[in-house]
């Protein structure tokens, strides 16, 4: 705004030097020197107008711009302080209580070593994996193949894997590793949502393309930083 006052301050002195150049020709050609004045004053009335103009176009410029950018900020905001547990309507979908335990691909939970050709992966083919949508184990006579529940506190689980000891209404979340699985869930007794009823089949594509769903990547950015801390 100071530099726009400038430029018609000197607009104006323009006009005013323009003035005496004029009253000087005025002497010289014998043109009226109210003429003059009237051309003058004409201009720097027109200035004055257009000045007002630009101002204002600024100040609502200035407005629209504050408001969009506060809407944007809070929309913003909103998405990455909003936990995924209150962002969607659970109660759309059916509910089971389970008991959840915390496993990782090692020996420790699967006798497997990192030397396994078959290490780190499921009974489905696929690799474990931990992220929004991660793999999970679980008794397919309940919970087939492809199953997704969301798990709160955990995030969404796709059945991928199955145990020996899990029977019934139980769950191991995978974790990458045994301090993880501590310190993050152990085992919990919790309802789980059942959001998608597997076929019997999972595929690594699948699997990723859950993940890189665009409509999900503000939750998965808000749980990797989660998970991060």
Sequence with gaps: MNQLADFFRRLAMTFLFLTALLMTYQSISGVKSNT?????SLKLKEAHILEEKVK????EFTHH?????????????SAETVPLENSI????YPKQTVIAT????????????????SYGI?????????DLFSTIAADLSIFPIGTILFIPGYGYGVVADKGGAIKGNELDLYYETVNEVYHSWGKKQLEVYIVHKGSGKLTEQELT???EDKSMQVFRQ???KSEQR
């Design 102 to 117: 915390g496993y990782t691909a090692g020996y420790e939970s699967t006798g497997k070593s990192k030397d396994s050709p």
């Design 56 to 59: 204002m176009n600024l100040v």
């Design 222 to 224: 808000q749980y990797i």
């Design 209 to 211: 393309a859950l993940n």
């Design 89 to 92: 309507d659970w109660s759309k």
């Design 36 to 40: 003059l004045l009237a051309f003058v």
């Design 122 to 130: 499921t009974y489905s083919g696929v690799k474990v994996k931990r």
């Design 65 to 77: 711009t504050g408001a969009w950018m506060e809407t944007f900020l809070s929309s913003k905001a």
